[in-house]
């Protein structure tokens, strides 16, 4: 999900001339029917050619009409099928084609791990979700009335540090720098909050880099460490990490951006991630994506109570879209979507019909006001599941 300053981090209008070099490339690059990310419980066939040509074209005329360079969309719906497919290029310099395999900076889903490590510590009962942040974090503003579940429901009231003016010059001025996570929350700190605890929803990646802060403190090990054990290697994702500065591992394709200071489009590949932290700098894949959008979604790694805690979801002020604790439900569609400048990523499950869908983008850059990845969501479920369409989400990120 992307926040939104003044230039959007950082802006809200697609820069037009920004559409004719990612348009164009080679024709679209089709994995095999049965093809599938997790070959462990993936379906024996394909969605029918009938249903698998309209996603094809539908998918390429979005691709196109809004200005992915590329994109891997995977659709697993146990009674139907299997859909999965790369299209467009990795590289617009090269011109390589994108594919399944890659490697995609996830932005924001980023953030169901960092709710999920903080439950595990709930479920442990070493916290409690009605705990004022103050209790673990000194220098809150506010922070004897913000509880940790209005931090995770994004509730909090604290003023986004991404919106500061200052933070975006300071990150857009040498984007390969290193933060720190009290670098990043001075920015916001030094405003006023926004509203009082619980009354409004926003936004804010301040709250996601605080709950880091409350894992860290609680369990003794770097936020890193404790996602990858409590969370990661139960749920047997083997090819998600939490990078360390600006590293990325191969296959991935590049990024394009253009949350620049002059909104040139530029490639932002090799950006460190270090600024988002736990709201946002993690990596994973399709395999990866796949796997975690039903084990969030049903609750897999905590108790029931724990889960249903995590399900409440509330109004956002965005018509189809309601909010819980890190994972929202749009239309249906349980999960997050993620964004960070040069890629967007979609990770939603669709309990009834124990339907999985993954996109991975290579551009963040918006079309009509809208993150990349929505319209192509968007068209996806309504040809699959017209009765449960992924509507536009939470704009912000």
């Known amino acids: 999900m992307r926040h939104t300053p003044s230039r959007r981090l950082f802006t809200t209008a697609l820069v037009a001339s920004a559409l004719t070099p990612m348009t164009a490339g080679p024709a679209t690059a089709s994995a095999a029917d049965g093809d599938c990310a997790d070959r462990d419980h993936c379906p024996p066939h394909g969605l029918g050619p009938e249903l698998t040509a309209r996603l094809d074209e539908a998918i390429e005329n979005v691709r196109r009409q809004v200005g992915i360079p590329g994109l891997v969309v995977g659709l697993w719906i146990p009674r139907q099928g299997t859909y999965v497919r790369a299209t467009g290029v990795a590289d617009l310099t090269t011109g390589r084609p994108m594919t399944t395999d890659v490697f995609n900076r996830i932005g924001s889903v980023t953030k169901t791990f960092t709710v999920t490590a903080l439950l595990k510590l709930v479920d442990d009962r070493r916290i409690h979700l009605d705990d004022p942040i103050d209790t673990y974090v000194e220098g809150v503003p506010n922070g004897r009335r913000i509880t940790l579940r209005h931090l995770a429901e994004m509730r909090s009231g604290l003023f986004p540090y991404t919106s500061d003016p200052d933070f975006i010059h300071d990150l857009l001025s040498d984007p390969y720098r290193t933060f720190t996570p009290w670098q990043v929350l001075g920015y916001g700190f ?5 509203f009082a605890p619980g009354t409004q929803f926003q936004y804010c990646n301040s709250n996601l880099v605080l709950l880091g802060l409350v894992i860290e403190r609680v369990s003794g090990q770097c936020a890193a460490d404790f996602i990858r054990n ?6 047997r994702l083997l090819d998600t990490l939490f990078p360390e500065g600006s590293e990325y591992p191969e296959p991935h394709a590049r990024g394009y951006t253009n949350q620049t200071l ?25 395999h990866d994506l796949r796997r975690w959008a039903k084990i969030l979604a ?8 724990t889960q249903h805690e995590r399900l409440k979801m509330l109004p956002t002020g965005f018509p189809g879209t309601t909010y819980g604790l890190g994972i929202f439900d ?4 349980i999960g997050h979507n993620g964004s960070i400048p040069g890629y967007e990523t979609v990770t939603v499950y669709l309990p009834p019909q124990d339907a999985t869908l993954v996109l991975l ?3 963040d850059i918006t079309y009509a006001g809208q993150e990349p990845s929505s319209p192509v969501a968007r068209a996806i479920t309504q040809i699959v599941t017209p009765s449960n369409v992924y509507d536009r989400p939470v704009p912000p990120r």
Do not use: C, E, Y
């Open 190 to 194: 030094k405003h006023d909050n926004t």
């Open 230 to 235: 409590r969370v990661l290697r139960p749920a």
């Open 262 to 286: 002059t909104g040139q489009v530029v490639d932002s590949t090799d950006w460190n991630p270090s600024w988002a932290w736990t709201a946002g700098a993690m990596i994973s894949n399709l």
């Open 298 to 305: 049903t609750g897999t790694l905590l108790t029931p109570q």
């Open 330 to 333: 749009s239309g249906g569609w």
């Open 361 to 363: 983008l290579n551009t």
